[in-house]
């Protein structure tokens, strides 16, 4: 069975802490990528990564940065939390030969920062 | 303006009713259309997957297509308790990441 796997389901931290956020997946895809899930607002794309030690710049990624040194591994980082980051991150991978183009997403972090 | 735009709801619907569920788009690049389900507390899953236009039927799940208009629907027949979870519309161009709607809300009361 597929999986992706977050590795905190629930985190509160506090204004200006540093936060990491952990995806690993076992199905040896190319892509990863970390999108922030808000009410009314849906998913929006923070960071993507085609392949190890690559990453792009999804729509917000004002206040984070990613690494991927490992195929498997996808972090997410908070240099300086604001309550404004407030939000569930989800991440999800994909195969860069998928046909369909399927994202395989974890079950979630919701981050409070208080 | 958002690039895909979807209702919120709620949509509440008794068993058994058929459930439509839309979303419009701006950018006519968009080539791959999907739908995916969300239950509470939980990462969305891929439920129905369309290139271009036109229909797919998948039991009891029919996704539409119409790129003239810019617009994609669900339609969920012989709704079920169990289908109660928000329905999430993304849609694609090429490879680049999937751009996603708000996502409605649906119960179906038993």
């Known amino acids: 069975d597929v999986k992706v796997t977050q590795s905190s389901r629930y985190l509160v931290k506090r204004t200006g802490e540093k936060v990491f956020l952990e995806c690993v997946q076992d199905?040896?895809?190319?892509?990863m990528f970390w999108y922030r899930q808000d009410p009314g607002l849906g998913l929006r794309l923070i960071y993507f990564?085609?392949?190890?030690?690559?990453?792009e710049k999804g729509d917000i990624p004002e206040g984070y940065s990613v690494s991927r040194e490992k195929k498997e591994r996808f972090s997410l980082i908070l240099e300086s939390a604001s309550t404004n980051q407030t939000s569930m991150y989800l991440c999800?991978?994909?195969?860069?030969?998928?046909?369909?183009?399927?994202?395989?997403f974890g079950e979630g972090s919701r981050l409070t920062v208080l | 303006q958002k690039e895909v735009e979807q209702d919120p709801g709620p949509l509440s619907v008794p068993e058994g009713a058929i459930v439509s569920l839309n979303c419009t788009y701006s950018n006519s690049a968009f080539q791959y259309f999907m739908w995916y389900r969300q239950y509470s507390r939980k990462g969305p899953e891929l439920l129905m997957y369309?290139?271009?236009?036109g229909n797919k039927e998948d039991g009891r799940f029919t996704a539409q297509v119409d790129k003239s208009s810019k617009y994609i629907s669900l339609f969920i027949r012989d709704s079920q308790p169990s289908d109660s979870a928000t329905y999430l519309c993304?849609?694609?161009?090429?490879?680049?990441?999937?751009?996603f709607g708000s996502g409605t809300r649906l119960q179906v009361q038993p």
């Open positions: 369309t290139y271009s236009s």
């Open positions: 993304a849609m694609a161009t090429g490879r680049r990441a999937l751009t």
């Open positions: 199905m040896d895809h190319e892509n």
């Open positions: 999800a991978s994909r195969s860069s030969v998928s046909n369909t183009g399927e994202l395989f």
């Open positions: 990564s085609y392949d190890v030690k690559m990453k």
